[in-house]
Nanobody
Framework: QAQLEETGGGLVPSGGSLRLSCAVS????????IGWFRQAPAKQRETLSC???????AYTDAVKDRFTISTDGAKKTVYLQMNNLKPENPARYFC?????????????????????WGQGTQVTVST
């Protein structure tokens, strides 16, 4: 059974950094692409970044140059390093896996395309 667990959220000041972790079990990172998403209360879930099995990465315009996605295959963990965080409403950050996606050269798949989801971790950026 596929399981994803996000950790690393918290309260951080504007301009600060956080590193989120997505630990996976029951699936393999060489067969699944991983995406990171953010959802604020009463808003739609939005894609932040994704990494495919060929190592390609993609970012939404709002976070590229500030966020970096990476994988540690030995630890079966995908990270999202977030720098220069901006003050915004509290949001829950999720990771998700999609089967058999070799590349994201053309961008991340849509949110409904992902097969497995974690429960999320809360992030709040204060002013």
């Amino acid at each position: 059974q596929a399981q994803l667990e996000e950790t690393g959220g918290g309260l951080v000041p504007s301009g600060g950094s956080l590193r989120l972790s997505c630990a996976v079990s029951g699936i393999t990172l060489d067969m699944h692409a991983i995406g990171w998403f953010r959802q604020a209360p009463a808003k739609q879930r939005e894609t932040l970044s994704c990494i495919a099995t060929d190592g390609t990465t993609a970012y939404t315009d709002a976070v590229k140059d500030r966020f970096t996605i990476s994988t540690d295959g030995a630890k079966k963990t995908v990270y999202l390093q977030m720098n220069n965080l901006k003050p915004e409403n509290p949001a829950r950050y999720f990771c998700a896996a999609i089967r058999r996606l070799r590349t994201v050269r053309l961008g991340c798949p849509t949110v409904p395309s992902f097969d497995y989801w974690g429960q999320g971790t809360q992030v709040t950026v204060s002013t």
